[in-house]
């Protein structure tokens, strides 16, 4: 049970636009993503930080939303599956994950989109098993993983 | 292929008969991948209607205990808490089969598993609920849990889990001979005996299952990440007790089934029933523990195979035992134990057959149908007992197998009809590209070689009815081509599929069609998406409906050209000299309303005997593949190198899906073979999280070659069978086989672990059996032997054959 007291206000910087926020300070990144601010783009598998699905960046690293609070996040930049197009241009990752059918049920899909835009912003051309390694910890069940290697491939190569 | 960055990896996709198609063949992106990939597709937890109710169940914490009170008073006395319901308010059993209509939403006589649910709550937000689930007093009398196959033959210490079947805790048994085994075996030049376990495992959707319902103007209506709206809007009529036009369920978009979403579950009807008390919108998501509880995942099976072989290999008879542990409900079990029995003489030609099947009850959440439902725990015995046997003959293991294989256009013992079969072309497509005949032979590095195959839709509805399997209707306005079908996209690209055929028959693109699918208010009813169905009956159905719009279309534009309907082109864009648009107009002034309908229901091919509707399919799909690998004899440590896959899909409508359900079935299927594990102690799940229940990661993964072979089925739509199940099936056997062919130890067991693999090498080095694996089989009380005379096996010949 929530009670007043333990409500906080938080200025958070979700996707360049600013908010100030009153939640429960106990609340998770994840859940106020999802349910204060209504960015539904950002799922989550297990909100014990082990499948990678609520994966969103802060200050452009890789970051579980569900192992995350609010007041620890103010001041930094966060980006969530909504801010990676640009109006309604799909960013190159996306783009290339349309073509590919890299995305089956779609519901790891923003998490690994988000840790893939990390990777290729530090590594512009990484190889496959650096692409491995930077997605180890998110899951995905329907893909098999290859096609989401292939398309982070040629989202690399028409980013390059 | 155009568009792909790795053309390598695709090869022998014919272009059979393919030519004059101008979409399907297309790897063209699904018609929701770009809502995918935004963050824009909603899924069932996504949805937060004003005023919405957060409900949270309470579980049972024993494996097995009576319940003598419930006491919820002090959780309904709590601020923020709306609503408390127990078992005598949802008091009326469901079950998927209606033969087994066992469970309750919420029990209040008996828990049976850890997890059962036993009281719900709705209140203003998650943390309110979950608080006054924990203030509900429930009294237990403790029972012996039982949890074993083993346990569940013998005479129960308390009482029963459920009160039918039996004797003890047996669920179901079925014994069926096609043939004479004994006199195959009796002609046999060798015959061998093995027994093999295939240990339980689950689905683990990325999906944690969620459902909200409404209850406005007397009608409840229910968004719910199911695979099946139809199976769900049944069981709510019942438990709800209202008549099915007051209910309404839609499937919202689906994060993952797998087959674990194929059951009605108690959420879905909790949340209904919660909607209607307080005439507020409910939502329940699972928490990941819940959605292990949920399970209706692979049931672990205990097998025993008994074969007759000429000393070409040649097989003369067959007699398979299984035991399933089914946990603690029906779900789908009496359906998983013939599975376990029924496909082996799909891929090989098995001239005698004898089936023997159990499933006993456990205190352990229910097994159900997952990806290949019943049936890679026999093919893993099967492919291994085969590569046992031609060893013992000194026969190539794969040479000896091929020799085997069915042929097209036959019947199988069981009476199961084959039309389309690649099951050779594959096996020579992996055996050739893996190099397998060639191999080098090292310690520590082997290859496996397995095949299968897998129904494209169930022949038989889980209830029985004369009625259409699918259905689809098509309005066509100034507004453009709506598609109307039950069918439930689970991530497979059902939607993608329906939308390509119509696409195809009116001489459109796949993004020109809208959609309306899974909503038991505005579509046909099909019984969705599990059995491998969708493309092939919902395909044909859509493939119907089309056609019957594309002649109102035609004949309209054939009028105002004065021609004949046979002289009117459609394609791109166009009927005839009009543009699609233009064509519509004069049709729906010359007809009125454009809307056609189409629907399929499955030839009547099954067997004269009792059980055999379970097995017929239209066509079936086949696949092989090779399993390359290191492993290491002092850790027992496997490092999977590659994997070849071939798979017989008849035709690919969407080659890019194809491939991605091939390769999400062989990952699944490594998964199966190496790590996933559904395991227990004294009653509890010994890992309910994801990061202790162990799947395939990024790094695990290798590399997969797909080879897509069509066969062009005589019935399926454009040809095409099923892809989302096959291609798993041949991998735990392939990777069992290299494992032997590295290191010299059976393992007889799924998972292959790197313990039970030094065991084996551990007992090899011992001078005992050099393997791992279960010691026998136990003693079951199985029924009577039905006795069934084979068919004819040349189809054409079969007097029952419809094609």
């Avoid at chain 2, 059993?93 to 209606?98: A, E, N």
């Avoid at chain 2, 505005?522 to 859509?542: C, E, K």
Wanted: charged share 20%.
């Amino acid at each position: 049970m929530t009670r007043d007291a333990d409500r906080v206000v938080v200025a958070l910087d979700v996707n360049g636009e600013k908010a100030d926020l009153l939640v429960p300070v106990h609340k998770t990144l994840l859940e106020v993503l999802r349910e204060d601010m209504q960015l539904t783009g950002t799922k989550h598998g297990c909100e014990l930080g082990e499948c990678g699905t609520c994966t969103v960046l802060v200050d452009g690293r890789p970051e579980l939303s569900c192992l995350l609070l609010p007041v620890q996040l103010e001041g930094r930049a966060i980006t969530t599956v909504e801010g990676m197009a640009r109006g309604s241009e799909l960013h190159p990752l996306q783009q290339a994950f349309v073509e590919l059918g890299a995305a089956q049920c779609g519901y790891c899909t923003p998490g690994i989109l988000l840790s893939a835009k990390s990777l290729l912003e530090s590594n512009a051309r990484p190889s496959r098993d650096e692409i491995r390694e930077a997605l180890a910890g998110n899951l995905c069940r329907c893909t098999g993983y290859a096609k989401i290697l292939d398309a982070i491939e040629l989202a690399a190569d028409r980013m390059g | 292929m155009s568009g792909s960055p790795h053309p390598g990896r695709r090869a022998a996709l014919s272009a059979q008969q393919g030519g004059d198609l101008s979409v399907v063949g297309k790897p063209l992106p699904k018609v929701d991948a770009v809502a995918k990939v935004t963050g824009r597709a909603i899924y069932a937890d996504d949805m937060l209607p004003p005023r919405t109710l957060h409900c949270r169940i309470l579980r049972s914490p024993h494996p097995h205990a009576r319940i003598l009170a419930v006491d919820t008073s002090a959780a309904r006395r709590m601020p923020g808490v709306r609503a408390v319901i127990t078992g005598h308010d949802l008091p009326v059993k469901f079950g998927i089969l209606p033969v087994t209509q066992d469970e309750r939403a919420l029990e209040h006589e008996k828990v049976r598993y850890v997890g059962d649910p036993v009281a719900a709550v709705a209140a203003i937000d998650e943390e309110t609920a979950a608080a006054a689930c924990d203030a509900i007093s429930v009294e237990y009398e403790v029972l012996e849990p039982v949890m074993s196959i083993e346990d569940a033959l013998a005479e129960p210490k308390d009482e029963r889990i459920q009160d039918y079947g039996g004797p003890n805790n047996i669920h179901k048994l079925v014994a069926l001979e096609f043939g004479d085994v004994d006199a195959g075996l009796a002609r046999a030049d060798h015959v061998r005996e093995d027994v093999f376990f295939f240990q339980g495992n689950t689905h683990l959707p990325m999906e944690q299952h969620s459902a909200i319902a409404t209850y406005v103007d007397g009608k409840v209506t229910l968004w719910s990440s199911t695979q099946v709206v139809h199976y769900v809007h049944r069981a709510l009529a019942k438990v709800l007790e209202l008549p099915m036009n007051r209910i309404r369920v839609i499937g919202a978009a689906h994060g993952g089934g797998f087959g674990g979403k194929t059951d009605p579950f108690a959420h879905e009807i909790i949340v209904c029933k919660l909607a209607m008390l307080t005439g507020r919108p409910v939502k329940c998501t699972l928490t990941r523990e819940e959605v292990f509880y949920a399970h209706r995942g692979r049931h672990p099976v205990l097998m025993w195979v008994r074969t007759g072989v000429t000393r070409e290999g040649r097989i003369t008879a067959m007699h398979f035992r299984t035991a399933l542990d089914g946990g603690a409900y029906g779900s789908y079990g009496v359906a998983s134990t013939f599975y376990t029995g029924t496909l082996q003489p799909v891929t090989y030609d098995i001239p005698a057959y004898r089936f023997e099947g159990c499933r006993v009850f456990t205190n352990k959440p229910p097994c159900g149908p997952k990806r290949g439902h019943g049936t890679p725990q026999p093919r893993f015995a099967l492919e291994l007992h085969l590569e046992k046997i031609a060893h013992d003959l000194g026969l190539d293991p794969a040479a000896m197998k091929r020799s085997n294989f069915v042929t097209p256009m036959t019947r199988a013992v069981n009476w199961l009809r084959i039309t389309s079969c690649g099951l050779d072309e594959c096996a020579e497509l992996v055996l050739e590209a893996s190099g397998y005949r060639h191999r080098t032979r090292r310690p520590g590095h082997g290859m496996g070689f397995a095949i299968s195959s897998y129904l494209s839709g169930a022949g038989t509805a889980i209830y029985w009815n004369d009625m259409p399997h699918s259905e689809v209707q098509i309005k066509v306005d100034r507004g453009g081509v709506t598609v109307y079908c039950g069918a439930m996209d689970i991530g497979q690209g059902s939607d993608s599929v329906l939308a390509t055929i119509v696409a195809e028959e009116l001489g459109l693109q796949p993004s020109d069609i809208r959609l309306v699918t899974a909503d038991t208010d505005t579509t046909p009813i099909d019984l969705g998406s599990y059995s491998s169905r969708v493309t092939f009956m919902a395909g044909n159905a859509a493939i119907q409906a089309a056609r019957r719009m594309r002649s109102l279309l035609v004949e309209a534009a054939a009028a105002k050209m004065a021609c004949a309907a046979s002289q009117v082109a459609v394609g791109a864009e166009r009927i005839g000299d009009f543009s699609f648009e233009e064509a519509s107009v004069l049709a729906e002034a010359r007809f009125g309303t454009l809307t056609s309908a189409g629907s399929y229901t499955p030839p009547k091919i099954a067997g004269p005997y009792k059980g055999a509707g379970v097995g017929p399919s239209p066509a079936y799909s086949y696949s092989a593949c090779v399993v390359e690998l290191n492993v290491d004899a002092r850790s027992g440590l496997i490092d999977v190198n590659k994997i070849w896959i071939a798979h017989d899909v008849g035709r690919a409508i969407n080659p890019l899906l194809v491939e991605g359900q091939i390769e999400g079935s062989v990952y699944m299927g490594l998964g199966e073979a190496l790590m996933e594990e559904q395991a227990f102690r004294k009653g509890l799940h010994k890992w309910p999280s994801m990061l202790d229940y162990k799947s395939l990661t990024f790094l695990e993964m290798p590399e997969v070659e797909t080879f897509i072979v069509e066969t062009i089925d005589p019935e399926g739509p454009y040809g095409a069978k099923e892809a989302g199940q096959g291609p798993l099936l041949p991998v735990p056997p392939a990777l069992s086989a290299a494992v032997y062919d590295a290191l010299g130890v059976w393992i007889d067991e799924v998972p292959v672990t790197p313990e039970k693999i030094v065991e084996a090498l551990r007992r090899k080095g011992k001078g005992e059996p050099a393997r791992f694996g279960p010691a026998r089989f136990p003693a079951i009380p199985y029924p009577p032997i039905i006795k069934v005379e084979p068919p004819a096996k040349d189809l054409d010949r079969a007097s029952t054959a419809t094609i």
